[in-house]
């Protein structure tokens, strides 16, 4: 089995905490709520890798084969894109294109290899489920865990925000329980209720609904109109292409680490389905 590791980064990471910038009003143009220039992003995977100390120095006084150097991966190449306040961006593509490279890049789980990411204004992120929460503790415990991530004391939790999450995730009775009893949908409702609570700046969504229950659903679509109401940023990703197009103002569709399409959602997912898929989005004549 393949083991992965991260090389030594040269890159900055900008990140800057402010509130967003005044919109409208005839002065200078706002600063893009997200912008990544020249990005690229590299990984090594290896064929083997010694687990213990014990391992490497058996290996070197058997005088077995030596092992193949490590293969680099580029997980993003020279990516380079904006969004701005206010606007909501999809991004398709298939699994491995880089997209969830590109929210840990986002949410500075990862730094780039080369390149400058830059974030304005306070981010919250939704990327995989379990992210940001520790299995160990309880529900609630873990609501001032992941305020604590997001600069928040416990003094800002108490005040009404604890409440906001338990009202929005409709999990009460379950606050007090480990989250390592918790479902997949019960991970969803307690990480996306507390992403939108904190009142971010920017927001980032990782296939989060595609485990929502019927009722569920709905009401982070609904959140995330009034985010959209309120001139948030939002950067959705998912596989679920007619969400993007009733959803987003914009869309990229990402190869191999790459844009290969960018424009309204309608023309760059067409463009994602007629690569893998011709003829699919055109429509078939009656017999």
């Known amino acids: ?91 398709v593509g298939h699994n491995g294109a880089g997209k969830s490279t590109l929210l840990k890049l986002l949410s500075r789980i990862l730094v780039p ?33 992941a305020a604590s991530f997001r600069g928040l004391s416990r003094r800002d939790v108490n005040n009404g925000l604890y409440d906001r999450i338990v009202e929005f995730s409709e999990l009460g009775e379950h606050m007090e329980t480990p989250l390592k009893y918790f479902s997949s949908g019960m991970h969803a409702r307690l990480g996306f209720a507390i992403a939108v609570s904190v009142n971010p700046d920017v927001l980032l969504i990782d296939e989060v609904l595609a485990v929502g229950d019927a009722k569920f659903k709905p009401k982070c679509l609904d959140a995330i109109k009034q985010f959209q109401h309120d001139g948030k940023a939002i950067l959705f990703v998912s596989h679920d292409l007619n969400t993007v197009k009733s959803l987003c103002h914009r869309a990229i569709w990402m190869k191999q680490g790459e844009v290969c399409a960018s424009g309204d959602p309608t023309s760059a997912i067409n463009s994602y389905l007629e690569h893998y898929w011709p003829g699919s989005t055109t429509p078939k004549s009656k017999a």
């Open 1 to 91: 089995m393949s083991t992965l590791s991260t090389p030594t980064d040269s890159a900055t990471v900008a990140a800057a905490n402010t509130a967003s910038p005044a919109r409208g009003g005839g002065g200078a143009a706002a600063a893009p709520a997200i912008e990544c220039t020249g990005v690229w992003k590299q990984y090594y995977f290896y064929s083997h890798r010694p687990r213990k100390l014990k391992d490497a120095f058996m290996r070197v006084i058997s005088r077995r084969a030596a092992v193949p150097p490590p293969a680099p991966v580029w997980a993003l190449r020279d990516f380079n894109f904006r969004v701005e306040p206010g606007e909501t961006v999809g991004v």
């Open 113 to 145: 290899t080369k390149g400058t990411v830059t974030v304005n204004g306070r981010l919250s992120a939704i990327i995989e489920l379990g992210a940001g929460f520790h299995e160990d503790l309880t529900a609630r415990e873990n609501v001032y865990l």
